[in-house]
């Protein structure tokens, strides 16, 4: 199997080792450097159907990157697009949903599907409305989170609260509910108002409860935010 292994300490690349006639598949334009061993190729990975669905659930490239070592053993450096950290992931003994733009790679045993989620998860969400994409299969795949990465592990009895734009990817049997807000004010519609003036005066938007056992990987960054705060700067000088 492909060696995933991420270097450097700030904004750091992948580094993938592939011995001949292994391959992997990444995100359209993350390859930055590849031995002469290697061949790329852009595909649509699942189909024509699958492409559209991964576009839909996650905002993910048409075509994605397939690299293969054809001619001999050979390496490659991936990069994301937004500054942060990486995590290699297990695939195999769990599967992982995975947020908005958090893919980088994967090794060849790993298929990236969509699945359906519920009616109000998909309203509320920003991972892919209807449909959100999960890796399964057997391998690892390469997620990235804007700035640090930190891995929680939920177990039963102790449910988190993660703002939405800080999850990256999550175990797939964890159970999650979407809120705008982090406590509880009753139900009907008094509860929505209560909800949403809460959400406000916290400064907390879409945030998610998760319950049950397994792994989550968040980030420190809020890709949101700072777009916002970009634009702030920009249009006030």
């Known amino acids: 199997m492909p060696t995933f292994t991420v270097t450097g300490d700030v904004d750091p690349f992948l580094h993938v080792a592939l011995r001949r006639g292994e391959k992997i598949y990444c995100e359209s334009d993350a390859m930055v ?17 699958g492409s559209i669905m991964r576009r839909m659930a996650n905002g993910e490239s048409f075509f994605q990157q397939h690299i293969e070592a054809v001619r001999g053993d050979g390496d490659c450096l991936l990069s994301p697009t937004l500054p942060g950290a990486m995590q290699v992931v297990d695939i195999g003994p769990a599967s992982y949903t995975l947020n908005d733009g958090a893919f980088v790679a994967a090794s060849d045993g790993v298929e990236l599907k969509t699945r359906t989620q519920s009616l109000g998860n998909a309203l509320f ?14 391998g690892q795949v390469v997620v990235s989170g804007f700035g640090s990465m930190f891995q929680l592990d939920v177990v039963p009895g102790k ?21 705008v807000t982090t406590g509880s004010t009753g139900g009907g ?10 959400s406000q005066t916290s400064g907390e938007g879409i945030v998610l409860r998760f319950s049950g056992t397994g792994k989550i990987h968040i980030c420190s960054r809020n ?3 700072f777009l916002e705060w970009m634009k702030k700067e920009v249009s006030g000088r």
């Open 33 to 49: 450097m590849m031995e002469t061993n290697l061949d790329l190729k852009g595909r649509m990975t699942g189909g024509i159907m």
């Open 125 to 138: 969400a920003q991972s892919g409305g209807f449909f959100v994409m999960e890796a399964t299969g057997r």
């Open 159 to 179: 449910d988190v609260i993660i703002d939405n734009s800080h999850v990256v990817c999550w175990d797939s049997t964890l159970r999650y509910e979407i809120s």
């Open 189 to 198: 519609i008094g509860g929505m108002i209560g909800n949403m003036i809460n």
């Open 223 to 225: 890709r949101t935010g």
